[in-house]
């Protein structure tokens, strides 16, 4: 589908009303193909490190809270994935033009859930800087079934709490600010590309006050 200006109104009228919403096929096939093999490649590098909540200068890991991993994407350096960038910049405009919200910058991770891991219940906001207002997550599990886990499960503050399946090319955004999720156990490695929309960069807030 043609992701018109009528598109992406239908998807934020939805966030409006539900807090979250899913976009299905979300990359073109050759651009999430080029993504896993740069997550793969990586991998094998080494550089993912254990997450950690908090932060810039408050992080600590606690494995009872999450068990992922995560390599911090860097748009100057990566340039391999310019057209994920490119996509982000898109979501990014839609947000600032129908939202009527001025988001200035984003951060993403590359996530990887290994077999046991989650994330429990929380908020996406860090109380000492409380700048994330969009959650983004593009799911990577090819063949994704019932029974490997790792489904993300969002609680609305008025209605139940649903479970989102971490389907392959899916993506979920939500809001930062107010709606609770977990990544509930992990049975088989779970990837994922997973960020955030900032309404100032982010190196501004940590050194704010
Ligand atoms: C997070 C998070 C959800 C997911 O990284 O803060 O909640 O489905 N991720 O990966
Ligand atoms: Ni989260």
């Known amino acids: 589908m043609e992701r018109n200006e009528l598109f992406w109104v239908g998807v934020f009228d939805q966030m409006a009303q539900e807090d979250y919403v899913v976009i299905d096929n979300f990359l073109k096939e050759e651009l999430v193909t080029k993504v896993m093999d740069y997550f793969h490649q990586q991998e094998e590098k080494d550089v993912f490190q254990k997450a950690a909540i908090g932060s810039a200068g408050n992080e600590l890991v606690i494995n009872e809270v999450r068990g992922d991993y995560t390599f911090w994407l860097d748009q100057h350096r990566d340039l391999e994935l310019a057209e994920l960038f490119a996509a982000f910049d898109e979501v990014k405009s ?6 009527f919200l001025s988001l ?106």
């Open 104 to 209: 200035s910058d984003y951060e993403f991770h590359l996530a990887h859930y290994p077999k046991g891991s989650f994330y429990k219940r929380h908020l996406d906001q860090f109380s000492e800087r409380n700048n994330r207002m969009i959650s983004m997550i593009i799911y990577l599990n090819k063949g994704w079934k019932n029974g490997d886990g790792g489904e993300l499960r969002i609680y609305p503050e008025n209605a139940e709490a649903i479970n989102v399946e971490p389907l392959f090319n899916r993506c979920v955004l939500f809001r930062s600010d107010t709606l609770e999720h977990e990544v509930l156990t992990a049975h088989t490695d779970r990837r994922s590309v997973t960020g955030w929309m900032l309404y100032q960069p982010s190196i501004i807030a940590a050194i704010r006050p």
């Open 94 to 99: 839609w947000i600032n033009r129908l939202c």
